[in-house]
């Protein structure tokens, strides 16, 4: 202790006491002055232990802290929420963005980040709300470049500084896979190349091919190189324009067109008739036209020889029967009752009946529950003269489910009474099944892109695993490679999972509750025994609106959560 005689005095000591325990104290020593002359001191002694040791935690804290933000492999900014501006960068943020650390620290974010996606810029707002949030940008690095991000924000409280922490993902290769593979010809490479019916994906911003299958080259006659150069519409094989254009605006109405009867042209100019059916989809907000054609040319024509070698009867009956009999497609004639009166051995194979029992049989013997007002309204629309073509649902002779198309044209006598209906029959069973494949094969590979840095496990409606990555094994430390998985029983193995977790009973009774409600969660949070913390993402897959799976994905946050929690022990 430093005492100057006349002069007053101010330090800090530490001393000990009797028992052997220390303590820190505060003194202040004030000379009384008697005629100019020190007569004595006053000592005040105050003891300052708690805070000395208060500073030396906040001190440990701030080493903490500093070592967690800078020395984290994840690219982290504190931005301030009012200005936008970067008060602080990590040495991964430096690396990312190829600036020095006072240099990124002079920029607002807004300086990093690409016009195209500025308006999604709320940090304002996000400190206000208090709440947690994740955003796909579009950041520009000091040489220029620009990459696709996905960030994750959440406001947080520095030395009661109101700040926005800042945390940025990489994810610009995950999203040129994903768009190559949505447009590229490998995606359906089974299913899409090798359809039997012309198969195309037509921009509607511009109207251009973006994809066209062998099938409608070898249709139409055009080489890939014709279609899918820059001067080439999508509007050439149609011989009306005027078709296009209904038939866009009723899509754009958000109505799906099967099976429609349209007129084609060939590049060697001549026209085709064929069965189109076409809905619009969207990738990356960008409206695209999927649509196939069947050539159904042979089929009108032996429906034009049915109708003409039919009224003709009475004077050429063998060559009537002649053409029937041999056509390849089903041809038939119902009554007014939807009975059959005349059917070609090709009706009887795909109605499965003996040969020549089909006659006197009721088209209401075969329909499957449902299909019966479908009938009803296209008998309504034959006794108006209208022709038309439908798919039909049928339950065989044999007991077999088929899907036919149907092209009905009415027939009436001089008296312009109706008597009936011909009927041409073709099975497409194994193409719609083909359509479902395609759709199946596009939802799960459409999951699995957008997922590829987070642990997945696809799982199908009866909970066995459809598909699995290796950061989902490892993240739950399952001593197997993912295709070993396939098959599996999810039930048993979060039974065996559970014990990873800190409420085991959590853990299982909300599986089974997210799985009954069949919503979709996103970011539920789960406390692992070992200290790490999960977050899970549920979404549930369906085709055609029927549920047929779904989807876990799981993400390691226990870095963001020990951030998190020595922010807010500051």
Not at 155 to 163: A, G
Not at 186 to 214: C, H, M, R, W
Not at 454 to 462: A, K, M, P, V, Y
Request: aromatic fraction near 10%; glycine fraction near 6%.
């Amino acid at each position: 202790m430093v005492i100057i005689s006349g002069k007053p005095s101010y330090g800090e000591e530490f001393f000990w006491r009797k028992e052997g325990t220390g303590f820190h104290v505060e003194y202040s020593c004030l000379p009384i002055m008697d005629e100019n002359r020190e007569s004595g001191a006053v000592l005040t002694f105050r003891d300052i232990t708690q805070r000395k040791q208060y500073e030396a935690e906040l001190l440990l804290s701030e080493e903490r802290y500093r070592s967690l933000f800078h020395n984290n492999h994840s690219v982290i900014l504190l931005i301030d929420p009012e200005a936008g501006l970067i008060i602080d960068a990590n040495n991964a943020a430096c690396n990312f963005y190829g600036w020095s650390h006072d240099c990124l620290c002079k920029k607002s974010i807004s300086d990093i980040t690409d016009s195209s996606s500025l308006n999604r810029l709320e940090a304002k707002d996000l400190f206000r709300e208090g709440n947690e949030k994740r955003n796909l940008f579009r950041h520009r690095l000091s040489d220029g470049q620009i990459r696709d991000v996905e960030v994750f924000f959440s406001p947080i409280e520095l030395k009661q500084i109101k700040l926005l922490y800042y945390q940025v993902n990489d994810v610009t290769d995950q999203k040129q896979v994903e768009i190559a593979l949505q447009l590229s010809e490998e995606k359906y490479a089974l299913a899409f190349q090798l359809a039997p019916y012309a198969i195309t994906f037509t921009s509607l911003d511009d109207g251009k091919f973006k994809e066209v299958n062998s099938a409608f080259l070898s249709l139409t006659g055009y080489s890939k190189e014709d279609l899918l150069a820059e001067s080439v519409n999508g509007f050439i094989i149609w011989a009306d324009i005027n078709d296009l254009s209904s038939l866009v605006s009723c899509l754009l109405d958000g109505k799906e067109v099967s099976g429609k009867e349209f007129v084609f042209r060939k590049k060697n100019g001549d026209n085709f008739t064929g069965l189109f059916s076409a809905r619009i989809i969207h990738i990356e907000k960008k409206p695209y036209l999927y649509s196939s054609i069947e050539d159904i040319s042979l089929r009108k024509e032996s429906e034009r020889a049915l109708i003409n070698a039919k009224e003709r009867t009475e004077q050429s009956e063998g060559k009537f029967r002649q053409i029937i009999q041999s056509q390849a497609e089903g041809i038939g004639f119902v009554n007014q009752d939807e009975v059959f009166e005349f059917a070609n051995p090709a009706s009887e194979k795909i109605f499965e009946t003996e040969a020549g029992s089909l006659i006197g049989a009721s088209v209401y013997d075969f329909l499957i529950e449902g299909e019966k007002d479908l009938i009803n309204k296209q008998t309504r629309k034959r006794k108006k003269g209208i022709a038309d073509n439908y798919e039909l649902q049928i339950l065989t002779r044999k007991g077999n489910f088929r899907t036919i198309h149907v092209s009905a044209t009415p027939k009436f006598d001089d008296n312009d009474d109706y008597l009936g209906a011909y009927g041409v029959f073709t099975d497409i069973t194994e193409r719609k099944k083909a359509e479902r494949q395609i759709k199946e094969k596009s939802a799960i590979l459409t999951n699995l892109l957008i997922n590829l840095q987070e642990g997945i496990l696809l799982e199908d409606s009866e909970r066995r695993i459809l598909l699995t990555n290796q950061l989902f094994c490892s993240m739950f430390g399952i001593p197997l490679q993912p295709e070993d998985l396939i098959g599996a029983d999810c039930s048993d193995s979060a039974e065996q999972s559970k014990a990873l977790f800190k409420n085991q009973d959590r853990f299982i009774r909300d599986i089974h509750k997210i799985l009954a409600r069949k919503k979709a969660v996103f970011n539920d949070e789960l406390e692992l025994v070992d200290g790490r913390y999960f977050e899970r993402d549920y979404i549930p897959t369906y085709i055609e609106g029927v549920y047929n799976g779904h989807l876990w994905k799981y993400r390691d946050i226990t870095q963001r959560k020990k951030f998190q929690y020595i922010s807010a022990k500051k």
